[in-house]
């Protein structure tokens, strides 16, 4: 499998976004490859976007998110849950994606332990359960996606036909009206992963 290099991530944000649905997110962890093909996605866009951790300007938090694109931007919500984003567009403008959703393919065993044996459309379908499936923390935070020695990349994965691809507005965010209402999240039509 061939590894997404720099140049695909940066791009248009809403290109890159639609462009990762049907790719394989690798984590590596133990020795072991937890994989899963990209079935949701969010994109979040500049300082304008009041739904995005930017539209305060940069912080200490959402530094990542300036930096170069092909990183992992890993947060904590809630004071509990991880979030992976991965950072695209061009260095200083903070435009990042959230991967809201994975149809596991490899080290489903070991997925399954993580997430305490709930049953396997269970383990990926949502940011915060596809991180603790596969052990995606603050840690990660940074990484760069395009490194050969990388423990998260992304991996050339499976076509998605224009047909099979919804577009709808984002998850609980918050905002004005158009943060609101942008259709800034791209699915898989019937895929039984995407989150609820």
């Not at 200490?60 to 947060?75: C, E, L, Q």
């Not at 435009?95 to 489903?108: F, N, Q, T, Y």
């Not at 999240?185 to 019937?190: E, K």
Request: hydrophobic fraction near 40%.
């Amino acid at each position: 499998m061939s590894r997404l290099q720099r140049d695909f991530f940066a791009r248009d944000t809403l290109t890159v976004a639609r462009e990762l649905l049907g790719q394989r997110l690798v984590r590596i962890l133990e020795d072991m490859r937890l994989s899963g093909y990209i079935v949701e996605v969010e994109a979040y866009i500049g300082e304008d976007d009041q739904a995005s951790h930017a539209h305060p300007g940069r912080t200490a938090r959402n530094a990542t998110m300036y930096g170069p694109p092909g990183h992992a931007y890993v947060y904590l919500i809630y004071g509990m849950h991880h979030c992976l984003n991965i950072v695209t567009d061009r260095e200083g403008y903070p435009a990042a994606i959230l991967i809201r959703a994975l149809e596991p393919v490899e080290g489903i065993p070991l997925m399954e332990r993580q997430r305490g044996h709930r049953p396997i459309t269970q383990l990926t379908n949502g940011p915060a359960r596809l991180c603790q499936a596969l052990a995606i923390d603050r840690r990660l935070d940074g990484v760069d996606l395009c490194t050969p020695d990388a423990p998260l990349f992304i991996e050339r994965g499976i076509f998605v036909p224009d047909e099979k691809v919804v577009t709808g507005p984002r998850v609980g965010v918050r905002g004005d009206e158009t943060a609101l209402t942008v259709p800034w999240r791209f699915y898989i039509r019937d895929n039984s992963y995407v989150s609820r």
